[in-house]
């Protein structure tokens, strides 16, 4: 992965009602040398709980500044896993956002205007959701809500508001824990607005801590405390008081009964343990405390063997975390000796495959990055190897050039994949227009590797191939020069579209293969000497969705917000995620529509690997000349522009035929009439045969002059007061896209002229 800052995801997230393992990382489609660091880390962060993706567990003063994963540093810190289901398997971001769910009124200046009680009281009184919004605020706002004047005082009021804790949040605990989370987010990223947090909040806090901990139902097994119980132990992370608060996790790990916990939500509580000790080696002094008193290593084993039952199930992942951070303790060499046992016997619990394979990789990956000279004590040698036997046991052919390695994968499925892989090449060279492999390139076959689930990529692929896996896939490259080099793409089935089968980002990774071959000279290291991120995932995602004719309602969405001038996108580095790959498919979209010549003279110094002169053309030659265009034609995608449908792949810049029927109210399948014309107040119809088994029937206006607006009827021709269904944008650019339309039969569609139109396109898809 790219360096990064960790992501944050809001605490109405564990609402949610999911059983995943999602990751977001920097890369969330990238190619190796962006994913992979240069040294194999074991495995990052703890994986989210089984009730859901886990709030961001490490959100505030522990987010430190080489928390992302550094490309050569050592026991690199992962960002934390989040919700990376598509927008449309998951809640909407207005459904999560203040304003659309929201309770109570929130406004930013009831939080930064007020101090001392009046401050507590808002705070209390505030809706969660309010609350989450805090996490985003910078400048005066950040200072004036979370300087530390505001934050000791809010610290001392969960002190006080922990006397009295009920084991529920009728008395808005939660809403204090959860504005000091958001405290010290804003102050860490944003220290120069908000200014330093010294002694006196290290005092407020420890109170408050202490308070909760320390209160009668703090240790209630119910839903009403799970929730709380877990956003105060994320906090002792954000306010790094990791080490003052290892009783904590001990008794926790302690308390921990999956017979009454799970039912009771509590899951979600324990987990954050995991992510103070994950955190914990970066505090000052942690380690020192663990050699001082190593019990809670003792408590992470007994953890982890007291509850081997549940692995294979979904509260697995609690033992896996377990057993992760029992076993990251082998980097302290004072340490060794006591870890050692206690790692062997975990692993010799498990298996390299089967339902205890996470426990068995969790070790072998920790052995393999700290303790590797004594794999033989653990018996993990060779884990790579072991763990491909075990858990990837399908191997199906696509084609000469495609081989597919599974790990559970059925006959219908193979299928479904190999037809999807083979049928995207025509499509891709028809769009890149390429002459053949770029010199060199010796990459003639290509390995996909497709695990079961998020989980299962998250953590076995980390193990096999040494890779961080906190993303939604990765295209392991290699080098293309090199005789023998097999690249490969390793991805995963999305297991939130179960009982529908879908591979996550398989069409987004084929394509990072294909434009590597065909468009980029050399490794990806050597496409990265200049900014070519606009291209690289652009291109990946632009393919994968036009391909598939599926529309990307993210980059719409994106396009209506104008966000960026074009000129400024050539300059995209990984890194935020919206840039990076909605934004990303808008440039190149724009540039294949409206450019095409100079996406060709951009591609030609690219796949000469003149990376200086695809520069010159794209901040020089072209430079800021298309940003007034880009942003008048966001407009048109955003207003129904970039709608696809699920039909036949088109390429851009290559119109349908005309259709043939000497009738030309008459439309068919895959055709265009041009020249189409009505005077104001008149409609141009058109009929359209639906054959059987149609699924879906898109129709498009484009081109001339006038407003002519689509008008839809499934029983007769179409007017203005008779029609299901319309489109109405203020130019000739209409799309209606009917889904399972009455097949076997006409259904009809009409252009009405609001003013009188001439020269306009009319085409129809199936």
């Known amino acids: 992965m790219s360096p990064s800052r960790p992501l944050r995801l809001p605490q109405l997230a564990r609402l949610l009602t999911l059983v995943l393992s999602l990751f977001l990382a920097v890369g969330l489609f990238a190619p190796q040398s962006q994913a992979a660091p240069a ?40 960002p934390l896993p989040v919700d990376t289901r598509p927008a449309e398997a998951r809640p909407t971001a207005k459904a999560l956002s203040l304003g659309a769910a929201a309770e109570k009124p929130c406004t930013i200046g009831d939080f930064s205007g007020r101090t001392g009680g009046d401050l507590v009281q808002h705070i209390k009184d505030a809706d969660l959701q309010c609350i989450n919004s805090l996490f985003q605020l910078t400048g005066g706002d950040a200072r ?128 954050p343990v995991f992510t103070v000790l994950f955190r914990g080696h970066q505090v000052p002094g942690f380690d020192a405390a663990v050699e001082a008193d190593p019990s809670v290593l003792d408590s992470l084993s007994d953890f982890a063997t007291r509850n081997n039952a549940l692995l294979g199930d979904t509260y697995g992942v609690l033992v896996y975390n377990a057993t992760k951070e029992l076993t990251r303790f082998l980097k302290d060499t004072a340490l060794q000796a006591k870890v050692r046992p206690l790692a062997k016997a975990l692993v010799e619990k498990a298996e390299p495959k089967g339902r205890t394979v996470y426990q068995w990789a969790a070790v072998a ?29 399908v191997k199906h052919t696509c084609s000469p050039s495609i081989t597919i390695l599974a790990q559970a994968l059925d006959a219908a499925q193979l299928e479904t994949a190999c037809t999807s892989l083979n049928g995207q090449d025509a499509y891709f060279h028809s769009v890149a227009k390429d002459s053949g492999p770029v010199k060199d390139d010796q990459n003639n076959t290509i390995e996909v590797v497709t695990f079961h689930s998020s989980l299962d990529y998250q953590v076995l692929a980390a193990a096999i191939y040494g890779i961080d896996t906190n993303n939604g896939g990765m295209y392991l490259e290699g080098e293309p020069a090199t005789a023998g080099n097999q690249p490969r793409f390793l991805c995963y089935e999305a297991e939130w579209a179960r009982p529908s089968f879908e591979i996550w980002n398989l069409n987004h990774e084929y394509t990072h293969y294909l434009d590597g071959r065909f468009d980029m000279y050399g490794d990806f290291e050597a496409g990265m000497k200049t900014p070519t991120i606009w291209w690289v995932e652009g ?85 800021t000349r298309y940003d007034a265009d880009f942003d008048s034609w966001l407009t048109k995608c955003a207003s129904g522009g970039c709608a696809t449908d699920g039909g036949t792949p088109t390429t851009p810049g290559q119109p349908l035929p005309e259709c043939t029927d000497a009738d030309t109210r008459l439309l068919g399948a895959n055709c265009a009439r041009s020249n189409v014309a009505a005077t104001t107040g008149n409609y141009a119809h058109f009929a359209l045969l639906v054959p059987a088994g149609t699924k879906q029937v898109k129709v498009t206006t484009s081109g001339g002059t006038g407003n002519g607006d689509l008008y839809y009827n499934p029983a007769g021709w179409a007017y203005t007061d008779a029609n299901t269904a319309h489109s109405t944008n203020p130019d000739n650019s209409e799309t209606l896209t009917v889904t399972d339309p009455l097949a076997g039969g006409y259904v009809f569609f009409s252009v009405y002229a609001k003013d009188g139109f001439s020269g306009v396109s009319v085409t129809s898809e199936i």
């Open 39 to 78: 040294t194999p880390t074991p495995g990052g962060a703890p994986a989210p709980t089984p009730t859901g993706p886990a709030p961001q567990p490490a959100i505030g003063a522990t987010e430190r500044a080489d928390s992302g994963q550094q490309l050569a540093s050592v026991d690199q810190r992962a």
């Open 365 to 393: 990956e920790a052995v393999d990055y700290y303790d590797v000279g004594n794999c033989s004590y653990y018996g993990t040698c060779n884990k790579a190897d072991q763990l491909k036997a075990g858990v990837l046991p």
């Open 539 to 623: 291109f990946a995602e632009y393919v994968s969705w036009s391909y598939r004719k599926v529309n990307n309602d993210a980059a719409i969405a994106a396009a209506g917000r104008h966000t960026y001038k074009l000129s400024d996108l050539f300059d995209t580095a990984y890194g935020d995620q919206d840039r990076v790959y909605r934004w990303g498919y808008l440039a190149v979209r724009y540039m294949l529509e409206q450019h095409r010549s100079d996406v060709d003279a951009v591609l030609a110094k690219y796949r000469a690997g003149d990376w200086d002169g695809a520069r010159t053309i794209l901040k020089t030659t072209i430079g």
């Open 144 to 271: 004036g809500a979370f300087r530390e004047e505001q934050m000791s005082t809010v610290a001392y009021a969960l002190r006080d508001a922990s006397a009295n804790y009920p084991g529920d949040n009728s008395t808005s605990v939660e809403q204090l824990v959860l504005y000091l989370r958001a405290g010290y987010f804003a102050q860490w990223y944003h220290k120069e607005d908000v200014g330093e947090y010294g002694a006196n909040l290290k005092t407020a806090i420890q109170s408050g801590l202490d308070a909760f901990f320390n209160s009668a139902h703090a240790r209630d097994v119910a839903s009403g405390n799970g929730p709380i119980l877990g956003e105060a132990i994320t906090l002792i992370d954000s306010a790094q008081e990791n080490v003052r608060y290892l009783p904590v996790v001990k008794r926790m790990l302690g308390d921990y009964k999956a017979d009454t916990w799970n039912p009771a939500g509590m899951a979600w509580a324990v987990n």
